[in-house]
């Protein structure tokens, strides 16, 4: 059973160098305790046995893996919701597969070896440790569930994408996310590219009138600007063969 904590703070403000420089035991024991205090077992995919028991630390380092979704191969993928203060475009959102034992930066780098200037110098050894998320996302989308279409509904090429649905934040001085995105796969991987999906709730740069929060099935949308439940169903376009004719 995989459980996301996301982290108890944007940045960890204030927490200071971790002790030791081992990232094998920085993953392992998470040595967080007092050093971290509100952050202990945050910004973690844990896991547990089905009884709960057992926790474990499967990866690190993502501030907030607000939706996950499990592959029918049994990968792990995560959209995350990275920090803010940085700026309008940095650092970027992701959605990623999660690797067992991996380290994704939080709150020392993103995106690989970046280093945080809130956290200058303090982790120089875990620089080259980063993982390197696998589809980067216009920062600030906030990009909240997600799922991976294993309907019947939809054309058969888009069956195993994933869908996500961007809630749009408030960390930004132009607006963007407000949308559902799909991501562009080619033989079961991501290519790193996504598409929109669902558009139109964005009326202008100061008001929207839909924040889509999460997806289901055939494809069910919920969004919290309105309430609604909005279903976005695949009707293949009639072909009228007379008027075909003069086409060609």
């Given at each position: 059973?995989?459980?996301?904590?996301?982290?108890?703070?944007?940045?960890?403000?204030?927490?200071g160098r971790l002790s030791g420089t081992s990232l094998q035991n920085f993953i392992a024991d998470h040595p967080l305790g007092a050093t971290?205090?509100?952050?202990?077992?945050?910004?973690?995919?844990?896991?547990?046995?089905?009884?709960?028991?057992h926790k474990q630390i499967f990866a690190t380092g993502i501030r907030n893996c607000v939706g996950m979704a499990v592959a029918p191969d049994?990968?792990?993928?995560?959209?995350?919701?990275?920090?803010?203060?940085?700026?309008?475009?940095?650092?970027?959102?992701?959605?990623?597969?999660?690797?067992?034992?991996?380290?994704?930066?939080?709150?020392?780098?993103?995106?690989?070896?970046?280093?945080?200037?809130?956290?200058?110098?303090?982790?120089?050894?875990?620089?080259?440790?980063?993982?390197?998320?696998?589809?980067?996302?216009?920062?600030?989308?906030?990009?909240?569930?997600?799922?991976?279409?294993?309907?019947?509904?939809?054309?058969?090429?888009?069956?195993?994408?994933?869908?996500?649905?961007?809630?749009?934040?408030?960390?930004?001085?132009?607006?963007?996310?407000?949308?559902?995105?799909?991501?562009?796969?080619?033989?079961?991987?991501?290519?790193?590219?996504?598409?929109?999906?669902?558009?139109?709730?964005?009326?202008?740069?100061?008001?929207?009138?839909?924040?889509?929060?999460?997806?289901?099935?055939?494809?069910?949308?919920?969004?919290?600007?309105?309430?609604?439940?909005?279903?976005?169903?695949?009707?293949?376009?009639?072909?009228?063969?007379?008027?075909?004719?003069?086409?060609?």
């Open positions: 059973m995989y459980v996301s904590v996301g982290s108890g703070s944007n940045d960890a403000e204030g927490m971290w205090g509100n952050e202990t077992d945050r910004a973690d995919v844990l896991t547990f046995d089905p009884q709960g028991k049994g990968t792990l993928w995560c959209s995350t919701n990275e920090r803010d203060d940085l700026g309008n475009d940095l650092p970027p959102d992701y959605i990623t597969r999660v690797r067992a034992g991996a380290f994704y930066g939080w709150p020392w780098y993103y995106i690989g070896g970046n280093e945080d200037p809130h956290h200058r110098g303090e982790r120089p050894d875990l620089k080259d440790k980063v993982a390197i998320p696998d589809v980067l996302i216009e920062a600030h989308s906030a990009s909240l569930g997600m799922t991976i279409y294993d309907g019947s509904q939809f054309p058969a090429d888009y069956r195993g994408n994933i869908f996500a649905a961007q809630h749009g934040s408030w960390s930004r001085s132009k607006r963007t996310g407000y949308k559902i995105i799909r991501l562009i796969m080619k033989d079961g991987a991501p290519t790193g590219e996504y598409e929109d999906f669902v558009t139109g709730f964005v009326i202008n740069d100061t008001t929207v009138w839909g924040r889509p929060v999460g997806k289901d099935g055939a494809l069910l949308i919920s969004e919290d600007g309105s309430g609604t439940i909005w279903p976005v169903l695949f009707r293949p376009l009639a072909v009228d063969p007379v008027a075909m004719r003069h086409l060609v």
